[in-house]
């Protein structure tokens, strides 16, 4: 990683089990995570918009993260925090109960082929894992430009019982556009979101 200056200011997590600093989730009142924000548009200004909010950009693309630095610097951001890890290992490792008032996961991978589908973020084992990580009424926001996959995270979270669609939760976001929504939009595709408050967990039953 040397050579490049903005590699100063990248948090670089690569220990198996090493957890996300307390001191930056309990800066500010509110933490937003953008999980895969790869050159930062929707992150940046993310952060432009919410200064009194602490905003973390996680992507394990080291390029992608030294471009959102430069754009962090040319528009002196102090709540935006760069992060390179792994998406799974950081919500499902590294971050406490309730550390996030909303997760962002716009248009990942959809791993169309029947193949390649394990390798999608979105699975049972992962809608637990970001229930944990959100607070109480917490929000997860999701979005692609791929119907199929839609509709499968659609399924995913109403099989959960850990989420209640609410789609007003993102209204103040309308109008912000990530990288690849951006990409998506110029070659005609629209790009669909949808969004989920966390409620309370199901009581466990034990069955006879």
């Not at 929000?139 to 669609?165: K, P, T």
């Amino acid at each position: 990683m040397t050579g490049h200056p903005e590699d100063a200011k990248i948090r670089f997590f690569t220990g198996t089990y090493q957890l996300f600093p307390a001191e930056l989730l309990a800066a500010r009142p509110v933490v937003e995570l953008d999980l895969g924000c790869g050159v930062g548009s929707f992150t940046a200004e993310l952060a432009r918009r919410y200064p009194e909010r602490t905003v973390l950009a996680a992507d394990v693309m080291v390029g992608r993260l030294r471009k959102l630095v430069k754009r962090c610097d040319r528009l002196k951001l102090g709540n935006l925090e760069v992060c390179r890890t792994e998406a799974r290992h950081l919500v499902a490792l590294m971050l406490p109960d309730g550390a996030l008032d909303r997760l962002h996961l716009l248009c990942p991978d959809p791993w169309p082929k029947g193949r390649h589908r394990s390798h999608r973020l979105l699975a049972s084992d992962f809608t637990a894992q970001l229930h944990r990580v959100l607070k109480q009424d917490g929000v997860f926001h999701f979005s692609s430009d791929d119907e199929y996959y839609c509709d499968a995270v659609r399924r995913v979270i109403a099989a959960s019982n850990l989420f209640a669609e609410c789609p007003e939760a993102i209204a103040d976001l309308t109008d912000i556009r990530s990288d690849f929504e951006l990409r998506w939009n110029a070659e005609g595709k629209p790009v669909h979101h949808v969004a989920y408050r966390r409620i309370p967990a199901p009581p466990h039953t034990v069955g006879h």
